[in-house]
């Protein structure tokens, strides 16, 4: 498989990232699976651990959609496709939130409703080499052991997903810090109950829950927003992507160029942009000019490679123009 | 990082302090097994022969009562017997009026939704080449009832002989 998004060869630097987060992610679900048989062996009556073994196999959404997604945006434009396959990693992102918001719903009607009619979840013993353990002592154990890998799992795919540009990788990380904090409250839950207070179970599964649901809305939020083509942003959806005003200020250097102004949409990975330009004195650039621009902007960023120039007499509206009748589409 | 040491040191001192004080876990929210201990031990019994048997006029008999006896024995415990149907008596085992329901129950059974049942304690095959494992039901949340209880199933799994 060669390094590349579509049509858009990566820099050296991204290339290793990418080859990164493909073998980081790989092994995150080697680790889950290996975590969510564990989970299962010993989940018993708690509803916390319910949730987390939940959670758990939830968190291999995220690691499967990116890999998927790596393979898809691979091809090159066709002319089926004609913006490449880019969008996949946006459809990958929103199948993920969907997912998680439909499971947190769930989790948080079933906890509350065992808070509320009072259940006093049983949990009791195994033999193990000819003694009886509470099986409390072991899901405390598993849990235990689920925390470390999953903090450091979040840390490197975090700062992958800032230099890939990568919302999936960047939701996984989100939840890698979210699978951490659940064993944390399972912990307590279960060790509630160990000292014969019946509810930190359902509490703790109720925490549990509310988190995974605030995830599922943030996630499904975002990608939402992304397929309807809102303006490009920063990897964590945090502020416009800076890339925009960039190309802008690029553009406006140029001696031929009296004004720019560019919508950018996220495909993805990469940015697709459309750049209007009110060319000095009316007059129209030369072929020569415009493919000069052209490859300026691109040289500007690995990830713009889809830029469209349009010269036009005034800037509409949506990207610093002034007036309401100039608008990118022609709807008077 | 700081995060995770910090959890560790909380664990490592609320394990500490647990053991330090004598907590044992897991505990009883309703203390039953407090209760149990040179009191009285109140079991429901259905009959299901050979596991149990409600002979008029005398002790319920079979293999699960004279578990029962024998368990009833190290915690110092009397028993008091109620006879019924497996409805009547879990209803009573889930409002905390029953410790103990035994009636040949099995691992599969659908009351495991309302109350505790124990660590399997006896395997045995029926003639349609099925295996059951019997159980014994528990009120539900008296964990520390439970594993006392599955303690002592388990040291005399080999005695029992349908």
Known sequence: MSIRFGRTELPERQAQSLKKAIRFEWFSLGFLAVFIALVFLVMGNSQAMKAAWIEDLLSLAPPLAFLLAVRIVNRPPTRKYPYGHHRSVGVAHLVAGVALFTMGAFLVFDSASGLFTAEHPSIGSVQLFGHTVWLGWLMMGVMALSIPLPIYLGRVKMSLAKELHDKVLYADADMNKADWMTAVGTIVGVAGIGVGLWWTDSAAALLIAASILRDGVKNMGAAITDLMDTRATTFDSGEPHPLSAKIDGHLRSLPWVQEAGSRTRDQGHVLHVESFIVPRDGRGPSLEELEAARDACIDLDWKVQDIVLVPVTELPREVGGSSSDHQSERNR | ?162
């Open chain 2, 1 to 162: 990082m700081r995060n995770v040491a910090a959890f560790v040191l909380l664990s490592v001192l609320a394990a500490g302090l647990l053991t330090g004080c004598g907590i044992s876990l897991p505990a009883d929210p309703e203390r039953t097994l407090d209760r149990v201990r040179d009191g009285q031990l109140r079991v429901g019994v259905s009959t299901n022969a050979p596991w149990t048997e409600t002979p008029d006029g005398a002790e319920p008999a079979g293999i699960e009562p004279n578990l029962v006896r024998g368990f009833a024995a190290t915690l110092n415990a009397r028993i008091q017997w109620s006879e019924g149907g497996e409805q009547k008596l879990v209803d009573e085992l889930e409002r905390g009026n029953l410790d103990l329901v035994v009636g040949g129950l099995t691992k599969d059974t659908p009351w495991s939704e309302k109350v505790a049942v124990t660590a399997p304690y006896a395997e045995v095959e029926d003639g349609h080449g099925e295996t059951h494992k019997h159980v014994m039901a528990t009120r539900p949340g008296e964990n520390a009832f439970l594993v006392e209880l599955e303690d002592f199933l388990a040291e005399h799994k080999p005695e029992v002989q349908p």
